[in-house]
């Protein structure tokens, strides 16, 4: 299945709507649809439409979906339980205690892509990856599985929140 939208507002907004992209070759046909199909969904969104105001195209998307067979995944490096080799640095994080109290806790920075299978890492830990960073709190412990997911058991893990990062 192929589905398209469109991301469109009127010029000025700051936010869209997504809409369904008319069928078609794009040509001045195809770009009426479109502004009637945004003026629609924002009459039925918002209950109100400006057929007058010009129509701000910011994104075109194509989402194509499929039935796969199974995609294995593949084991990553075995490892100890020491996730040693994979520190980047030590940072201050802070975090909220359950009183509401800022406290800052040395924290150890892990690369993602160094993590082996059977690492362990206790709270607070800080994991980058070039993608996305996740947080181990205090008292958490995560374990990375075969396939690299970080499994964190959150079982003695104080209540809070991190909310800022020191320098290193």
Avoid at 90 to 96: C, G, P, Q, R, S
Wanted: aromatic content about 6%.
């Amino acid at each position: 299945m192929i589905e398209r939208s469109l991301d469109c507002r009127y010029i000025g907004q700051g936010y869209e709507l997504r809409v369904p992209a008319p069928s078609g070759e794009i040509d001045a046909g195809w770009v009426a649809r479109a502004a009637a199909a945004f003026h629609d969904v924002h009459e039925r969104t918002y209950l109100q439409r400006f057929d007058d105001k010009p129509v701000h195209l910011v994104n075109v998307r194509v989402t194509a979906v499929g039935k796969v067979g199974h995609v294995p995944l593949a084991d990553v490096e075995a490892g100890g339980t020491d996730p040693s080799a994979a520190v980047k640095t030590t940072t201050d994080a802070v975090f909220w205690s359950g009183a509401g109290e800022a406290t800052p806790f040395p924290t150890l920075v892990y690369d993602r892509a160094l993590l082996k299978a059977g690492n362990v890492l206790e709270g607070p830990a800080i994991v980058e990856q070039f993608d996305s960073t996740t947080i181990i709190g205090p008292g958490q412990r995560a374990t990375v599985d075969r396939v690299g997911h970080l499994v964190i058991d959150t079982a003695a893990a104080q209540p809070g929140r991190a909310i800022e990062g020191g320098q290193p």
